[in-house]
């Protein structure tokens, strides 16, 4: 498992931003980087459902039945659908984290977890402040169905989307529920009747019905196998582990499954799939027959879903990963004050054709003009094979690392004329000088964690009363839901040295209670005045973290 590799991508450090910031400081642009970076990572959000089939959580498909890729599918639906368009509330909002133990949310996994919880937890593995839970679900979506069909190109995917802090409405249509009951929670969710046949043959591409859940669906009708056979999960039709045109075929030729266990059970109550496909006498299913035609029209209904979000929530244009982006970048003092400027840099071959050997870059002064011009080391193909299998949903990779001393006045990097960051040398924290206390608990676990915090502020800027507030990002325990509360900590940075053209200051922060379950990454900014620096990743998954390790933090 490749999951440390999420520590590349999540070292942000970004400069000063004209965008308006969320709660936790970060702006839109942050968080369409923070996606790109994992779509860029292969092992890391396409981990758990690659290849289709995998199951990140239970026993292998051919035992439990159990498919990752499906959960993550019907988490957005069922965290959508309870949306009142009108009245501007619910959609994708991950409010589904606090319904899980709903009946409307029946969905047990091989380990006896919901679905929901499962999924969840999945997500929490690359949690990060920039990304919320809900756009975690929506991406998700993403990377399924590029696991699931190589051909099938990147739904529109938006980033933005605030997580609830409560359950939402009731409303997710069941099995059992009538026709007008279902047409209904559509509408309400601003879906047509024919948007609503769409989302469904869509959304039962792959996966299965589970007889745990419903063994009133499940094994009543003798002309269908249980499938995989002794798994006691009824797919929907001959190929659950592709998204593909198979099921609206075999529903309309009457062949393989003829649609799914919700078309063709005996329990005429529970054929939902029947009564839904049928409403419009079939219509909708047949202009869904290709291959083509069904692609787009679910890669549509899908990016309606994923933008049905709360009134006033502004969602970013669609995001796709860019020809170049930096994976991290940081800035840093030498023990001399010389300030150090580094991370990585990544490309894809589908969109700049062949890889340079080396990536070119230059500094820019706030007026434009060049203040020092760059070159890479060697790029580094990144392996593609996860979990035996190649993932290439954006063909090959290249990274690309940098380490350069800059000069006074610099304030962004553009590399290759393309992509551009800002950087911000007015105030940073400074990670060769940080350190984390990871103490043991008694049974060989890491306990509570405090971290020794170190920043540089120009002199220049500084006055001789001068204190630094810093922040600490903590993903927490919040009640009913195992998604992350992100939790901010205040403390207090004061004078200790002068390093160069920079003040030093040094301040000290515990974890602020348990962390969310599965959760890895807490990040830490600091602030003077109206000047606020970039955030710094101040640990991962234990034990590992990007700050130096300390046993004594009065002596480091």
Same mark, same amino acid.
């Given at each position: 498992?490749?999951?440390?590799?999420?520590?590349?991508?999540?070292?942000?450090?970004?400069?000063?931003?004209?965008?308006?910031?969320?709660?936790?400081?970060?702006?839109?642009?942050?968080?369409?980087?923070?996606?790109?970076?994992?779509?860029?990572?292969?092992?890391?959000?396409?981990?758990?459902?690659?290849?289709?089939?995998?199951?990140?959580?239970?026993?292998?498909?051919?035992?439990?039945?159990?498919?990752?890729?499906?959960?993550?599918?019907?988490?957005?639906?069922?965290?959508?659908?309870?949306?009142?368009?009108?009245?501007?509330?619910?959609?994708?909002?991950?409010?589904?984290?606090?319904?899980?133990?709903?009946?409307?949310?029946?969905?047990?996994?091989?380990?006896?977890?919901?679905?929901?919880?499962?999924?969840?937890?999945?997500?929490?593995?690359?949690?990060?402040?920039?990304?919320?839970?809900?756009?975690?679900?929506?991406?998700?979506?993403?990377?399924?169905?590029?696991?699931?069909?190589?051909?099938?190109?990147?739904?529109?995917?938006?980033?933005?989307?605030?997580?609830?802090?409560?359950?939402?409405?009731?409303?997710?249509?069941?099995?059992?529920?009538?026709?007008?009951?279902?047409?209904?929670?559509?509408?309400?969710?601003?879906?047509?009747?024919?948007?609503?046949?769409?989302?469904?043959?869509?959304?039962?591409?792959?996966?299965?019905?589970?007889?745990?859940?419903?063994?009133?669906?499940?094994?009543?009708?003798?002309?269908?196998?249980?499938?995989?056979? %002794?798994?006691? /999960?009824?797919?929907?039709? @001959?190929?659950?582990?592709?998204?593909? &045109? *198979?099921? +609206?075929?075999?529903?309309?030729?009457?062949?393989?499954?003829?649609?799914?266990?919700?078309?063709?059970?005996?329990?005429?109550?529970?054929?939902?799939?029947?009564?839904?496909?049928?409403?419009?006498?079939?219509?909708?299913?047949?202009?869904?027959?290709?291959?083509?035609?069904?692609?787009?029209?679910?890669?549509?209904?899908?990016?309606?879903?994923?933008?049905?979000?709360?009134?006033?929530?502004?969602?970013?244009?669609?995001?796709?990963?860019?020809?170049?982006?930096?994976?991290?970048?940081?800035?840093?003092?030498?023990?001399?004050?010389?300030?150090?400027?580094?991370?990585?840099?990544?490309?894809?071959?589908?969109?700049?054709?062949?890889?340079?050997?080396?990536?070119?870059?230059?500094?820019?002064?706030?007026? %434009?003009?060049? /203040?020092?011009?760059?070159? @890479?080391?060697?790029?580094?193909?990144? &392996? *593609?094979? +996860?979990?035996?299998?190649?993932?290439?949903?954006?063909?090959?990779?290249?990274?690309?690392?940098?380490?350069?001393?800059?000069?006074?006045?610099?304030?962004?990097?553009?590399?290759?004329?393309?992509?551009?960051?800002?950087?911000?040398?007015?105030?940073?924290?400074?990670?060769?000088?940080?350190?984390?206390?990871?103490?043991?608990?008694?049974?060989?676990?890491?306990?509570?964690?405090?971290?020794?915090?170190?920043?540089?502020?120009?002199?220049?800027?500084?006055?001789?009363?001068?204190?630094?507030?810093?922040?600490?990002?903590?993903?927490?325990?919040?009640?009913?839901?195992?998604?992350?509360?992100?939790?901010?900590?205040?403390?207090?940075?004061?004078?200790?040295?002068?390093?160069?053209?920079?003040?030093?200051?040094?301040?000290?922060?515990?974890?602020?209670?348990?962390?969310?379950?599965?959760?890895?990454?807490?990040? +830490?900014?600091?602030?003077?005045?109206?000047?606020?620096?970039?955030?710094?990743?101040?640990?991962?998954?234990?034990?590992?973290?990007?700050?130096?390790?300390?046993?004594?933090?009065?002596?480091?």
């Amino acid at each position: 498992m490749r999951l440390l590799s999420v520590v590349a991508l999540s070292l942000h450090f970004r400069g000063l931003l004209s965008q308006a910031l969320d709660a936790n400081g970060v702006s839109l642009d942050e968080k369409v980087l923070a996606i790109e970076r994992l779509l860029m990572t292969p092992g890391t959000i396409d981990f758990p459902v690659t290849p289709c089939d995998f199951n990140l959580n239970s026993a292998p498909i051919n035992i439990a039945g159990d498919q990752t890729a499906a959960q993550w599918v019907r988490t957005v639906f069922h965290d959508f659908i309870t949306a009142d368009v009108k009245a501007g509330t619910g959609g994708l909002d991950a409010s589904i984290g606090f319904e899980a133990d709903r009946d409307e949310n029946l969905g047990i996994t091989f380990k006896g977890n919901s679905f929901i919880n499962e999924t969840i937890i999945g997500f929490n593995l690359f949690s990060e402040v920039y990304i919320s839970t809900a756009d975690f679900i929506a991406l998700g979506l993403a990377a399924s169905l590029n696991a699931c069909d190589s051909g099938t190109p990147i739904v529109r995917l938006r980033a933005g989307r605030i997580d609830a802090t409560r359950e939402g409405p009731l409303g997710v249509p069941k099995p059992e529920d009538s026709l007008t009951s279902a047409t209904d929670a559509f509408a309400k969710a601003g879906f047509s009747n024919t948007e609503m046949i769409q989302a469904v043959a869509c959304g039962h591409s792959i996966g299965s019905v589970h007889k745990i859940d419903f063994p009133q669906i499940v094994g009543n009708d003798p002309t269908l196998d249980v499938s995989p056979p %002794g798994t006691g /999960a009824d797919t929907f039709d @001959s190929t659950p582990f592709k998204f593909d &045109n *198979t099921q +609206v075929q075999e529903y309309l030729t009457g062949t393989g499954k003829r649609g799914g266990p919700l078309v063709t059970t005996q329990n005429v109550t529970m054929q939902s799939d029947l009564r839904i496909f049928k409403s419009d006498n079939n219509a909708t299913v047949k202009a869904m027959s290709s291959a083509a035609s069904f692609r787009n029209t679910c890669l549509t209904i899908f990016a309606k879903m994923l933008d049905t979000v709360p009134a006033g929530t502004a969602l970013s244009n669609p995001v796709s990963p860019r020809p170049w982006i930096t994976k991290e970048t940081h800035l840093d003092l030498s023990p001399s004050g010389v300030v150090q400027y580094s991370g990585n840099i990544s490309t894809q071959s589908k969109a700049a054709g062949t890889a340079p050997g080396t990536a070119s870059y230059v500094y820019l002064t706030s007026s %434009g003009s060049t /203040a020092k011009s760059g070159q @890479s080391q060697a790029g580094r193909l990144q &392996n *593609t094979n +996860v979990n035996g299998v190649i993932s290439e949903p954006y063909g090959k990779i290249t990274d690309y690392s940098f380490n350069d001393t800059i000069p006074a006045g610099v304030t962004s990097i553009k590399i290759q004329n393309s992509y551009t960051e800002n950087i911000n040398m007015n105030i940073f924290v400074v990670p060769s000088q940080s350190f984390i206390k990871q103490p043991t608990n008694p049974d060989g676990s890491g306990g509570i964690a405090s971290y020794l915090v170190r920043a540089a502020l120009l002199t220049s800027l500084s006055t001789s009363s001068a204190t630094l507030t810093g922040t600490f990002y903590f993903p927490s325990v919040q009640p009913n839901s195992v998604a992350p509360k992100w939790t901010r900590t205040t403390f207090t940075l004061t004078k200790e040295k002068t390093l160069g053209s920079y003040t030093i200051f040094k301040g000290q922060v515990t974890e602020p209670g348990v962390h969310a379950t599965g959760t890895g990454l807490h990040h +830490v900014d600091v602030q003077f005045s109206s000047m606020r620096s970039a955030k710094v990743l101040a640990s991962s998954f234990t034990p590992r973290s990007f700050f130096g390790k300390c046993a004594d933090l009065t002596k480091c």
